[in-house]
């Protein structure tokens, strides 16, 4: 059982075109991840949100945390085939870091 | 400044046999992590090291794997004897500090291993 889920778990769109990931867990956390990773590379880490109800944006990318500290979203706008990576959620619970399972984005020119 | 170094970049070998993985994490850093992500999956925490101490291994299959840190600096790796579901990106990551004090973690490039 994945203690977070992310959906959709595979994303294929045109450039230009605007698109959400989900993060959900029964779980709660003191803050949340999230990480982008291109092949061959480890996960870079983009933003991490701390407060429920909390919004960071960078740049076309716009991360919320939800209020109860037990979910997250990732909007992208505008997509650019240079978003084209695997998009990891990633909670931290007594010291670790949990990851889901990941969203593998592809953005076609 | 130097990222995460890890060495080999890919390796295949027969099951039952043994590999070693190395990391040099980033100068400075305390804490290293190893990770091992399977393919379609995110990582998964094997061993965390704050300088040479091992702070939490509760996910390390002890019966075949191991993880060195003598100097509080470079960490080895180990799995012996390798199964074929070991098949995965080994990643080490370090810190400045525990991630759990607000320390950001960043990952080295990964091994590969493919057990045939």
């Known amino acids: 059982t994945q203690l977070l889920e992310q959906s959709p778990q595979f994303l294929s769109i045109q450039e230009g075109e605007n698109l959400t990931v989900y993060c959900n867990s029964s779980?709660?956390?003191?803050?949340l991840q999230w990480y982008r990773q291109e092949p061959g590379e480890g996960p870079v880490l983009l933003v991490t949100?701390?407060?429920?109800?909390e919004v960071k944006k960078l740049k076309r990318l716009t991360f919320q945390f939800g209020d109860a500290r037990k979910d997250s979203s990732l909007h992208i706008t505008a997509a650019q085939p240079g978003d084209t990576g695997l998009y990891l959620c990633a909670g931290a619970q007594g010291g670790k870091l949990i990851f889901g399972q990941g969203t593998e984005l592809s953005v076609k020119p | 400044e130097a990222g995460v170094a890890q060495s080999p970049r890919y390796k295949i070998i027969e099951k039952r046999q043994s590999v070693a993985f190395w990391c040099n994490p980033i100068?400075?850093?305390?804490?290293l992590y190893w990770y091992q992500q399977i393919l379609g999956q995110g990582p998964k925490l094997l061993i965390q090291?704050?300088?040479?101490?091992?702070?939490?291994d509760s996910q390390l299959p002890k019966d075949r794997f191991s993880a060195e840190r003598l100097k509080g600096v470079d960490s080895t790796l180990k799995i012996q004897p390798a199964k074929l579901e070991d098949s995965a990106v080994y990643l080490c990551?370090?810190?400045?500090?525990?991630?759990?004090?607000?320390?950001?973690?960043?990952f080295g490039e990964g091994s590969w291993l493919t057990v045939v």
């Open positions: 779980s709660v956390f003191s803050s």
């Open positions: 090291f704050q300088n040479n101490g091992v702070v939490d």
């Open positions: 949100v701390v407060t429920g109800g």
């Open positions: 100068s400075g850093h305390a804490t």
């Open positions: 990551a370090s810190s400045l500090g525990p991630q759990s004090s607000g320390n950001t973690i960043y």
